[in-house]
């Protein structure tokens, strides 16, 4: 696919005109590492930036096998049937790059992804967590603009993508399978407490009752945990995405979700800390990669970070000694 | 109390020793913020650094009115009944500076803090959550030098506190009081999914009952949550501080994790884990200290956060801006 970063402004008015070319293009730039590709995404998402936010932003996370994927087509059909349009990103920070498609998402949502009024992105490529999410947080606000009304983010759960994508949504949804919590044995520590609602998947055939009796479970168990916010109390919901039941109460929730909070002016303050969370992640994140860009750190890091894992160098001077190279002058031949 | 920068290894000596006055003008030291302060605050952490690591680690935390202090005064006297030595050492970022000692900290242990055995040291003074963390990660390794077997760690509670506190130590203990989960309103999310062990205080009198109820309560909630530990479930215990009874278990309980932890290779790995966590996270705060301290980006920055938190203004861009500002040399007269 070629980008071309000439002319943001035409790309910017391609996407608002919800040309699905320009959207595609415009999230390729927005994916681009290069320089001259970051300033033309900018410029994209300063024009962009007046048409976000009208969408309902869910995140979703589960444990491995817990059906996310179907879970997502079943929720993806079912908000084209009530005559809106869902748009599909991936966190996946291991991903592989293979020509800037992965094979496997368009597969294994192969109706919605047939269906023209949907559209599905799979993880862009990049090492670092940071880089996805921001690009991921970035495609959010084009699909947007875009006039996409409902945005998905899966996340596959590697490393702290679930709290980064956490971070960047209205609500984040849990995805699990009837299985006594043994099936936690799979997920981090403190997601069950992010997650402001959970779905019981497989709630079908020999599992409908497990289901049941799981979701009554986990339902006691978040009376003993923080509240999701004061205006919320977090919902445990059963469904089966093969059987695409229960997917239509899924939808009312959320959409009542989305409601309640912006009624009581959560849903902007949300956005708001958000904005300027990622503003300050992305700084750090930044002076970060630029420090350890420095070939004088380069040359320190590796002995240093194994003297502080070993015990044998403080912390604190490690730190000072590092953030002291990198801020030198450099030397002048 | 005076701080002699100058001989860090006569107070390092001094702290090794077992001098009780070496140790309060060593911590005192540490919490300096002066430049040449922090020098002799290194050369003292040096010298320190290969006689730490042989005590437990202890972070508490627990919901207002849970009597989380009655219950740091009864575990640390009995702690010194078992022949070992306590330090108290507390996180509290908001926490008002009157000549380096809070009179509450020490009024609040009284018996505690009478006892020459034990250690009672109040949160440093120090606007950012990242400065008062720093100094307790080190006060807490200067206490391990001079001798002592038990740190406890204390969290008020606090913006990122209680995340800051669990990433220090090796066992993370939140206290809570029978009450069906309402207790809970007042305690962040994720919070319970990053204890390592539950104590439910006040099972006395009348409340015996519901402590049991409680406890029996969580031990069926923190089944549905991801475990602490693949070598360790999270135990939930009762107790009652003010009547000083269950707090023997208690100590049993520490005592076994530190061991099978130990034994299983994966207290070393944590705080392997810490310790380099640690050091990026004070060079992520050192450089991101002397950008907002930059002349140039303080007249940017209030506009600039205004526009990114309203959504005028992409925080990406403003991100890239501010670091480019601050990364600019400096103009000549």
Redesign the interface.
């Known amino acids: 696919m070629s980008v071309s970063p000439s002319d943001p402004s035409a790309l910017a008015k391609g996407v608002l005109a919800g040309e699905r070319r320009a959207l595609a293009r415009a999230i390729t730039l927005i994916e681009s590492t290069r320089p001259d590709h970051?300033e033309a995404a900018?410029a994209l998402?300063?024009d962009l930036?007046p048409h976000?936010?009208r969408s309902v932003r869910i995140g979703i996370t589960g444990v491995p096998g817990a059906g996310k994927s179907t879970f997502i087509e079943s929720f993806g059909l079912h908000v084209l049937a009530e005559g809106k349009r869902p748009a599909v990103l991936a966190v996946d920070p291991s991903s592989p790059r293979s020509g800037g498609s992965i094979l496997g998402d368009k597969t294994r949502m192969e109706e919605l992804s047939r269906d023209a009024r949907a559209f599905i992105r799979p993880s862009p490529s990049g090492c670092t967590l940071g880089g996805v999410a921001?690009r991921t947080?970035?495609a959010m606000?084009v699909c947007e603009a875009a006039g996409f009304d409902v945005i998905v983010v899966e996340t596959v759960g590697v490393g702290q993508s679930e709290t980064a994508v956490a971070d960047m949504v209205d609500m984040f949804l849990l995805v699990l399978v009837p299985g006594?919590?043994d099936e936690?044995?799979g997920?981090?520590?403190?997601?069950?407490?992010?997650a402001d609602a959970i779905v019981v998947n497989k709630a079908d055939g020999d599992l409908a009752k497990a289901a049941a009796r799981a979701a009554r479970?986990?339902k006691?168990?978040l009376?003993?945990?923080?509240?999701?916010s004061p205006h919320w109390t977090v919902p445990v919901l059963t469904c089966s995405a093969m059987e695409r039941s229960g997917i239509d109460d899924v939808w009312t929730m959320v959409a009542g979700y989305r409601d309640t909070m912006d009624k009581a002016g959560a849903l902007a303050e949300r956005?708001?800390?958000q904005?300027?969370a990622?503003?300050?992640s992305?700084?750090?994140e930044?002076?970060?990669q630029?420090?350890r860009d420095d070939p004088r750190v380069e040359r320190l890091l590796p002995d240093?970070?194994r003297a502080?894992?070993?015990?044998?160098?403080?912390?604190?001077?490690?730190?000072?000694q590092?953030?002291e190279t990198f801020?030198l002058p450099l030397a002048r031949p």
């Open positions: 970051r900018e998402m300063h930036l976000t936010g921001r947080r970035e606000l006594g919590g936690l044995q997920i981090k520590k403190g997601i069950v407490e992010l479970d986990y006691n168990a009376h003993l945990l923080a509240p999701s956005r708001s800390a904005a300027h990622w503003m300050w992305e700084v750090s930044t002076m970060l630029a420090l240093m970070e502080v894992a070993e015990g044998r160098m403080a912390p604190g001077a490690a730190a000072r590092l953030v801020r």
